[in-house]
């Protein structure tokens, strides 16, 4: 989106035109100089970090990167970020190639101009960790505990990771030839470089006690009872790996297939080209992305005999000469929408880039009928205009029209296939949890992931460790804690300080007035943030100065060369650009070390901590025989790290 030369320049006015509020003036210019309330330094959570699933200390990485927090002595600034982020996701550079991002739409930046590419620095934190072999801390001593993780994909092998770091052992099984579920099966090569994927998963395999038993399927391999006897505990981590059919008549005809068996087949080396014309998929999401961009690399040929049909190449029953593969031509693909482009759940880029490709994108229409021929195969699917009516879609009369095909791609959800496990489901193919991830009615049993509803990737993840720490508790038989309201991972300022060598001296208990100079508590420091997320109206906007977002590099194909490009369609940032993106970042919540306060105190009164005894978090403080509540400190504090609050 363009931007003006006037939405470039800043204002520090209060109030914007229109405003009626009316300032009582001599109050504000007489008595507004001082108060009886002084300031307190308060952390509260960045809705970036309130926005991710997985529960990532964005915030935190980020500012260890721009240079903010440094890392402990001997460690690079890679690695340290690289830790922080992995504290949560242990999958950096797969997320940060993937991830829909919900953090940068909930990023205040937004407010000053646009979004901090937190998903571009999070490759590279993810990308430099592959390149220089990077690994966790070694993980505590067994617990003696085995839990048993049933599916390996992002949710389960989460869960695996942060068991492990809690001293816990764990099974994983699996009904693939590989780990990596959605990640490995539902995601092209081309937006995951399988040897990243690998290497991600491998360096938590690495932490050791986590096996593996692959094309192992419990309720049909091995009896959930056998599996109840034989573990501690067991995580349901399944997935949806089934996909919707069209609700509609004729949708259950043989060349109309799911979103998710097509990718898997594409993903699994089954189908390597098409032998269709047309293909139109029904979606809006992702997963219908990437089918269409699929589509469009695959190309097709001519089919050579009758048993040459596109459901069978699904489906593995058919293989091309690669001679005659190699003379393939571009198919025709459209993606069909219920809701406007601006609207749908894919993310934006993604939609951007397959229309580059050469896919058509039909919005704002509905399905109303598959047309089939006299053997029952589809030949189009006739289409309607859409409306919503009571937030139903339903098709407007007048407005029928066919799309011819040969090939139609349901991609309009995923379903659980809990055959042989009918005792966990829920009577919609899913499985019940509680707030804690445990099966109601199932001591020892929890679930995670889209199994439970279907969602992100970086949602099964961030259940993976939400199950964890619930399993831990169970399996120690003690009843789980109550989940703080903001419940991902924050940062905490007394391990800042232990970790510099900084922690505060033990509270002998004898009474005391104040703690200015008190050893043995941080100075006016209060954490909200496991209650609070701060809003952009907080900050001082008028800080930050217009600067664009460094965007990484693309080459991807247009629809004339698309055809065969498997090649990653993004380059990562340098080490140069993604400092300067994290230099976007602002802080919010959370004290970036800008002296604004310390500079317009009129009273001196706010002041740097010494040298040697400052940390993240601990940058200043206030000397309380000299502040008069004046409250300038926390005007243009730009972060909301400063609330007029001691005194209330």
Not at 188 to 198: H, N, S
Not at 571 to 598: H, I, K, P
């Amino acid at each position: 989106m363009a931007t003006t030369s006037d939405e470039m320049k800043l204002t520090f006015r209060m109030f914007k035109d229109g405003d009626s509020k009316r300032r009582q003036w001599k109050a504000a210019i007489f008595e507004a100089d001082h108060s009886h309330k002084c300031p307190v330094y308060v952390h509260r959570t960045p809705p970036c970090q309130g926005s991710c699933p997985s529960g990532e200390d964005i915030r935190g990485w980020l500012q260890i990167v721009r240079g903010i927090e440094k890392p402990p002595q001997d460690m690079s600034w890679q690695e340290y970020a690289f830790r922080r982020s992995t504290d949560a996701n242990p999958f950096p550079s797969v997320m940060g190639r993937v991830c829909p991002a919900p953090c940068e739409s909930g990023c205040n930046r937004n407010e000053v101009e646009e979004f901090v590419g937190i998903n571009s620095v999070e490759q590279y934190i993810g990308d430099t960790a592959f390149q220089e072999n990077f690994t966790f801390d070694p993980p505590p001593p067994l617990s003696g505990k085995r839990v048993a993780i049933i599916g390996g994909g992002p949710g389960g092998l989460s869960a695996a990771y942060h068991l492990r770091r809690r001293g816990h052992a764990s099974t994983i099984f699996d009904d693939h030839e590989e780990l990596g579920g959605m990640m490995m099966y539902g995601i092209p090569e081309y937006r995951v470089p399988r040897d990243m994927l690998r290497h991600e998963m491998n360096r938590v395999l690495a932490l050791g006690d986590i096996d593996v038993r692959l094309k192992t399927r419990v309720g049909r391999d091995v009896s959930m009872e056998d599996v109840e006897k034989e573990f501690d505990a067991v995580v349901w981590a399944v997935g949806c790996q089934t996909g919707r059919k069209l609700p509609v008549p004729g949708g259950e005809a043989p060349n109309c297939i799911t979103g998710v068996d097509f990718l898997e087949a594409f993903n699994t080396g089954r189908i390597k080209v098409l032998t269709t014309d047309r293909i139109v998929c029904v979606g809006g999401g992702d997963t219908s992305i990437d089918v269409v961009s699929v589509a469009r690399r695959l190309g097709r040929i001519e089919a050579e005999n009758v048993t040459d049909r596109p459901e069978d190449m699904i489906h593995g029953y058919v293989a091309h000469d690669s001679a005659i593969s190699a003379m393939r031509t571009g198919a025709d693909v459209t993606l069909t929408s219920l809701f406007p482009k601006e609207q749908m759940t894919a993310a934006e880029h993604e939609v951007h880039d397959a229309l580059h490709e050469g896919v058509t994108i039909l919005d704002g229409v509905l399905p109303v009928e598959v047309i089939l021929d006299d053997t029952g195969r589809a030949t189009g699917l006739k289409m309607a205009k859409c409306e919503f009516v009571d937030n139903t879609p339903k098709p407007v009369e007048g407005t029928e029209f066919t799309l011819q095909a040969d090939l139609i791609v349901s991609a309009i959800g995923q379903g659980g296939d809990l055959e042989g496990l009918e005792a966990l489901d829920n009577g919609r193919g899913f499985i019940d949890n509680d707030k804690f991830y445990q099966v109601p009615g199932k001591e020892g049993h929890f679930v995670i992931g889209d199994i439970i509803r279907p969602h992100l990737l970086t949602t099964a993840i961030g259940h993976g460790a939400i199950a964890a720490d619930s399993i831990d508790h169970y399996l120690q038989h003690q009843e789980p804690i109550k989940r703080p309201r903001v419940d991902v991972h924050h940062f905490n300022l007394l391990n800042k300080l232990q970790e510099s060598g900084l922690e505060p001296e033990r509270y002998s208990g004898e009474q005391t007035r104040g703690t200015s100079d008190a050893r043995f508590a941080v100075h006016n420091y209060e954490d909200r943030s496991s209650h609070e997320i701060i809003s952009h109206d907080k900050l001082f906007k008028g800080h930050f100065a217009y600067t664009p977002r460094i965007l990484r590099p693309e080459h991807g194909p247009g629809a004339e060369e698309v055809i065969g490009h498997f090649a990653e369609r993004m380059d990562g940032l340098t080490e140069e650009q993604a400092q300067a993106e994290a230099e976007r970042c602002m802080s919010c919540g959370m004290c970036f070390e800008c002296d604004n306060c310390v500079i317009y105190c009129p009273q001196t009164a706010v002041y740097r901590v010494a040298k040697g005894e400052k940390a993240t978090g601990r940058y200043v403080g206030t000397d309380y025989a000299k502040c008069i509540g004046c409250h300038i400190c926390a005007d243009v504090c730009p972060t909301g790290y400063i609330d007029m609050a001691m005194g209330e």
